[in-house]
Structures are given as structure tokens and as C-alpha cells.
């Protein structure tokens, strides 16, 4: 652990606002591999931006090809994995940005870790959970990667050789199994303005 260090203090969150006009958000999206996470967040971070709201994706994947790529699959490192994304969103949020991210975080003492990060500097954070049967993500598999896990190739993959435990109180709940991914992003939408963010 660090020693020797100070925290600097500079603007309040309360001053970027003012200077932004605009309130920081994380919006985190939670799921199976091929719930369609990363296609609805990238419709929404289009949506918000085409409408004059700073916002930017963090996206499972993309996140593992720079800041994570130090991490495998292991219980262990997906912790760390949503550790590290949890404090990056943490600061996206504080810089007035609505943040949105889309990871399989699929162990629920994670997401309540990320959530708590964010309460403990009164930043909104809201979870939701991208939901799929199984078998629909099985049969989608844009990558391939049930086919592997299913043969033994990949080890330690969600929801075939290891768990996903569904988020049980998420304050967005979509069923993407039969809708586009425009209403799915509208689902969003339509809470982000019911709740004054937008």
C-alpha cells in the first residue's frame, strides 16, 4: 500500500456542476456474456450525447485490452476487475460525466462494493440488470465464447462453469430477449428523465 501520500483538494463536485451544467451519473450495466450490455450502452451513450449530455462507455472488454490486461478470469481477478472499473466510474462521475458501463460483474458483493464507492461521496449510481435466459445469450453468442466453454476450452466462463448472481434490487430492470435495442436503451431513457438527470 501507498505511504507518503496527500490528497489534493481542488474544485467541489458541487462547483463542477456549476461550471459543467451538467450532474455526474454512473450507469452500470450488469449481465450475461451476450445479454446485448455493450450494444445497449452504446446506443445510449449515442442517445445522450446527440442530446447535449457529456458521456462516455466503459466497456468490459475494451477495459481489458488496456487498464486490466494484467487480469485473467479468476474469482479473484474479475474482483479486481470491477474494483479498478469501479473507481475509474467513480471519477467519470465526479467530473459531471454521465458514465456508463457495461461488464459481466457477475458476483453481487462487486456491484454493492461499486454502489457503496459511489454513496460514500453522494454520486448517483444506477444498476441495470441486462436480463437473458441463458439460452437466448447461448444461442446468440456473437463471440463464440459459450461454444468454447461448453467444449472445455475456456474455463471459469458465467453462467456455464461459473456463477452470475442476478442483481435483486437493480433500479433498472430490462428483459432483452424480445425487444430492440432501442426500446432497451429507451428503458434508460425514460428513467434518466423520470428521475430529473436529463
Request: aromatic share 8%; proline share 3%; charged share 30%.
Amino acid at each position: 500500500m501507498a505511504t507518503n501520500i496527500t490528497w489534493h483538494e481542488n474544485l467541489t463536485h458541487q462547483e463542477r456542476e456549476a461550471l459543467t451544467k451538467q450532474k455526474g451519473l454512473t450507469i452500470w450495466l450488469t449481465g450475461l456474456s451476450a445479454s446485448g450490455k455493450s450494444t445497449i450502452a452504446c446506443a445510449l451513450e449515442q442517445y445522450l450525447l446527440k442530446h447535449g449530455h457529456n458521456s462516455y462507455r466503459l466497456d468490459g472488454d475494451n477495459i481489458r485490452f488496456g487498464l486490466n490486461k494484467d487480469l485473467g478470469f479468476s474469482e479473484a481477478d474479475r474482483n479486481e476487475n470491477i474494483r479498478r472499473i469501479s473507481e475509474v466510474a467513480k471519477l467519470f462521475n465526479d467530473s459531471c460525466c454521465f458514465t456508463i458501463t457495461s461488464f459481466i460483474s457477475p458476483y453481487r458483493n462487486d456491484r454493492r462494493t461499486a454502489r457503496e464507492l459511489h454513496a460514500k461521496d453522494n454520486l448517483p449510481f444506477i444498476e441495470v440488470y441486462i436480463d437473458v435466459p441463458i439460452e437466448v445469450a447461448e444461442k446468440r453468442d456473437p463471440k463464440g465464447l459459450y461454444k468454447k466453454a461448453r467444449d472445455g476450452i475456456i474455463k471459469e466462463f458465467t453462467g456455464i462453469s461459473a456463477p452470475y448472481e442476478a442483481p435483486e434490487k437493480a433500479e433498472i430492470h430490462i428483459v432483452n430477449d424480445n425487444i430492440t435495442i432501442e426500446q432497451a436503451a429507451e428503458q434508460i431513457v425514460e428513467y434518466l428523465r423520470a428521475h430529473q438527470y436529463i
